[in-house]
């Protein structure tokens, strides 16, 4: 629950960076109809707060962008760190976030810059110390997490594997903090080619399109004119759009995995808070574009000229009526083509281990139920001889 509070604050400081108080209100309100986003309540992993603090750290770097002080760049960079430190995948988010902070200041042409640069990177370089601390020797890697090839193997079918993806070559195995940076290219490449030969192959998979068509699609509209409209209210000031596209790329980037390679629910909320921002960004834009004033009687001038901020109020009802289902609507909570994700594994899980049920039923491999009851009766966490075999 907090985690979701932090997710709210992180998308209005974000929007409200890019925009205005207005943008960050409505990105908050969308955000309660995504439901992924929302099932982050009832999920018993760390996913809720890798994207607390994805979400902030993207909204403190926009701020950072914006403001251009000291202050404000020790932020962006804290955010950053805590991304480096949260889970191996923030890295992710980390070279993207901080190459909009480093542009907005070299943008000042100045001694100032270097100083804001230097602010921003030393809580970064500090997290690199506490990286060999916070990951063990035993973490599973960054390409591990990522491995497109292993997932295709997995869950896909190899048998229609015609190209040859799999390869044996031995890959970088980059733990921040304890993995030489020079890595880092290589890391990044195999990640991206992994990922370009086996999504063609995995996005007919049978989950990945059921997940794909039910939950995502239908907001493919949405997202889409919200990202046209985001990209036109802030296309006149570079630095706005630059970090925009930026902080937005890390997300998008998890959108793709989760809509061709595996789809799960927080997978999903790992990439729909960029969702959220273009819409506050869209809508808030679209409200404050000036008609003509030949098109408007002087009744309507005077009106709007009196109460500058009541089309923003209506909106703001409008958009939380719509959420919240008093009125029927694509957004609503009872929308037609919403349809109920299945039963959350992890809760299920808890509540019999919390009424000692150790009966399990094998969904996929026999040996697997087997080291998994194994673990529970001998007092082990469960799951740590398996991933204690496969690191």
């Not at 995995?257 to 997978?267: D, I, P, Q, S, V």
């Not at 509540?351 to 094998?362: K, P, V, Y």
């Not at 529970?376 to 991933?387: H, Q």
Request: hydrophobic share 50%; aromatic share 10%.
């Amino acid at each position: 629950i907090i985690s979701l509070g932090v997710i709210g604050s992180g998308l209005y400081i974000w929007a409200r960076a890019l925009s205005s108080r207005l943008a960050g209100l409505l990105a908050v309100i969308f955000a309660l109809s995504l439901a992924p986003i929302v099932l982050l309540g009832r999920t018993i992993t760390f996913y809720p707060e890798y994207v607390a603090v994805f979400t902030l750290a993207s909204g403190l770097t926009c701020l950072a962008v914006k403001q251009r002080r000291p202050f404000y760049y020790l932020l962006g960079g804290l955010g950053v760190a805590a991304c480096l430190l949260i889970d191996l995948r923030g890295f992710v988010w980390a070279l993207p976030l901080s190459m909009a902070a480093i542009i907005a200041a070299l943008a000042l042409r100045s001694r100032h810059s270097l100083i804001l640069i230097a602010i921003f990177v030393m809580p970064i370089w500090g997290s690199w110390s506490l990286g060999s601390h916070v990951y063990s020797s035993k973490s599973t890697p960054l390409e591990a997490q990522f491995n497109a090839v292993r997932l295709f193997y997995e869950h896909g079918s190899p048998e229609n594997d015609t190209r040859g993806i799999y390869t044996s070559r031995e890959l970088p195995s980059f733990v921040w903090g304890r993995t030489p940076i020079r890595t880092i290219p290589d890391t990044l490449y195999n990640l991206l080619d992994g990922t370009r030969q086996t999504a063609p192959l995995m996005r007919n998979e049978e989950v990945v399109a059921r997940g794909r068509n039910m939950h995502l699609i239908p907001l493919l509209y949405i997202g889409g004119l919200s990202f046209i409209g985001a990209f036109i209210s802030t296309i006149r000031k570079p630095l706005k759009w630059s970090s925009l596209i930026l902080t937005a790329s890390p997300f998008l980037a998890v959108l793709y995995h989760a809509t061709n390679l595996e789809f799960r629910h927080r997978f999903a909320a790992s990439a729909l808070p960029i969702v959220a921002i273009f819409f506050g960004l869209a809508v808030s834009w679209v409200i404050q574009v000036q008609l003509p004033k030949n098109t408007m009687s002087k009744k309507i001038q005077s009106l709007l000229g009196r109460i500058p901020k009541l089309r923003s109020l209506l909106v703001l009802v409008i958009c939380g009526a719509a959420v919240t289902g008093i009125f029927p609507s694509t957004l609503s909570p009872n929308a037609p083509w919403r349809t109920p994700f299945v039963e959350d594994s992890d809760i299920k899980r808890l509540i019999m281990a919390s009424r000692f049920e150790t009966t399990l039923q094998a969904q996929r491999s026999g040996t697997c139920v087997r080291a998994l009851t194994a673990d529970f009766d001998n007092g082990l966490p469960v799951g740590a001889t398996i991933l204690s075999e496969n690191r």
